[in-house]
């Protein structure tokens, strides 16, 4: 009973804290920058992930295994990812890039987990005999931090991508102009506005340099990011093919979900060839961590719908 209402409460307290949190950073984008408020985010994201951390301590004292049995708490455990991610990467850099997708993405996993589950998913249950062993806590905690970085690597690449195309349809659009101006007040002035097009528009003479730093920023933290969570994600399918042999009597029966989880890691190998090639570096490979954002999803959450294969007993139902 004790260890119910400490769940409840620290269930619903990392929530509020990290809704004031989005909160914050939505003012903080409105009025740029405050330091009051960024300071203020910073300690509510270190509240939220304490909040998590003792939701999953109580939880794993009082089920007497590790949390990670059910799609709930391992929700739960993405959203403590999520956090520790945030933390992590504030040590490495203080302005912290990564907080504008650590924070959204940790109350959205969260927050599914508290209001979109059933209450039944929520209780501790004895787990079945497949998850009774010692590799439950290495393949599923590499698996679900594997997801966590990759999520927020994609997420990197993605706006990579949407300020990158920005740039480019201004540009298309400025050249435009310059050929109707061209027309109206003749070829000598149409040259000029050419060549201060051309100027404007070099990779050297970028007129907001601010965006251009945050272009090279965003592939930076992406790369790093997501070389992280393919670490993990590899630790994680090879702890997992030790398990199923001892589980199953094999180290690969192509179930749905070990087939998606082929499926993502394949995706980012590609990714990783395509960044660390100077041909295929920039849009290219900011192009396959995007495929990788839905990949990840499907292999995370679409096979659980489904509720099918050896794995189905972390589905809906």
């Known amino acids: 009973m004790i260890f119910s209402t400490l769940e409840h409460i620290l269930t619903h307290l990392s929530f509020s804290i990290i809704s004031i949190v989005i909160s914050i950073h939505l003012m903080i984008l409105s009025v740029h920058e405050i330091i009051g408020l960024r300071h203020s985010s910073e300690k509510g994201m270190l509240a939220t992930f ?6 999953l301590v109580i939880r794993w004292i009082s089920s007497r295994h590790f949390p990670l049995s ?21 040590l490495w850099n203080h302005k912290n890039d990564l907080n504008t997708i650590t924070a959204p993405s940790a109350i959205f996993t969260q ?22 062993s010692q590799w439950l806590m290495m393949h599923v905690s590499m698996m679900l931090l594997s997801y966590a970085a990759l999520l927020c690597g994609s997420l990197l690449s993605v706006a990579f991508l949407v300020i990158t195309f920005r740039k480019k349809i201004d540009i298309f659009f400025k050249s435009k102009n310059v050929l109707i101006k061209s027309f109206f007040f003749g070829k000598i002035e149409y040259l000029n506005e050419k060549k201060s097009v051309v100027k404007s528009t070099s990779f050297l003479s970028f007129p907001n340099y601010y965006k251009y730093q945050l272009i090279q920023r965003l592939d930076y933290w992406s790369y790093r990011v997501i070389s992280l969570g393919f670490t993990f994600l590899t630790i994680g399918i090879l702890s997992g093919a030790v398990w199923a042999n001892e589980a199953w009597g094999s180290y690969w029966n192509w179930d749905p979900k070990e087939t998606w989880a082929f499926i993502t890691w394949t ?5 990783s060839h395509t960044r660390t090639n100077q041909s295929l570096h920039g849009t290219n ?28 007993y972390g589905s809906f139902t």
Not at 50 to 55: D, E, H, N, V
Not at 293 to 304: A, E, K, R
Request: glycine fraction near 8%; aromatic fraction near 14%.
């Open 70 to 90: 059910n799609l709930y708490e391992s929700l739960i455990f993405l959203s403590w990812s999520f956090s520790i991610i945030h933390m992590v990467s504030k």
């Open 111 to 132: 927050g599914f987990a508290t209001s979109g589950l059933s209450s039944k998913m929520h209780q501790s249950a004895i787990l079945v005999p497949a998850l009774q």
């Open 267 to 271: 995706i980012f190998a590609i990714y």
């Open 285 to 312: 490979s900011a192009l396959v961590a995007s495929i990788g954002f839905l990949i990840i999803w499907i292999c995370y959450f679409g096979i659980n719908l489904l509720g099918i294969g050896l794995h189905s």
């Open 50 to 55: 304490f909040s998590l951390t003792g939701l």
